[in-house]
């Protein structure tokens, strides 16, 4: 009787599908996830980066005015980006220059070895004053009256969703973004030195 029993029994176990579905979530479940994580991370990050992109903006034209405060206008931008990356390091700079055509432009200099810098013995212009040839000639903060500046702003922030077991999935994020614009005219604009000096 026993004997007969088994046969039937196995068959039965054989057909039943009760808890498969279980399985089969625990296998998807953990892949859903990531894939879910994944996506709302890039969802923060692009806004993020829009939201950045738009604060940015307004602070270098809030600069650019003769009653601008340049300290207020980075408060705002990092008040901003606090409220969509909580925790975030927000760095800023600015660069001046006298005019679009200077921007990124080195200092004039005697090129003598054809080799794109300004090597030992060769003569430059000190345009900006700074006592040294600089292959940018741009100068650091805001300029003054009619300058060029570029507003640059780097935000590293901790990914609210970040994505746990692929390399770098919960590391910072970086985003960045920049405006130039320029100042207005509200008074006379001073123009580049000529005093020469020799690079060492």
Known sequence: MTGLARPG??????????????????LIAPIFLMVLLALCDIGQAS????????AVQQAARTSSL?????????????????LIAPGAEVDSS?????????????????????NGTCSKGETYVDENGNGYWDPDIGQGGNGGAGDVVIY???VTYPPLFGVPLIPGGTADRTISASAVKKNQPFADQPGYGSKAGSCE
């Open 66 to 82: 003769e009653t601008g405060d340049t300290t207020a206008a980075d408060a705002r931008v990092e008040e901003i980006v606090q």
């Open 94 to 114: 600015r660069v001046s220059y006298f005019d679009f055509a200077d921007v990124g432009r080195p200092e004039s200099w005697n090129d003598a070895d054809g």
């Open 47 to 54: 806004y993020a980066n829009s939201v950045l992109a738009g």
């Open 9 to 26: 029994g196995q068959r039965r176990l054989g057909g039943d599908e009760r808890g498969a579905t279980l399985v089969e979530f625990a």
């Open 152 to 154: 640059s702003v780097e």
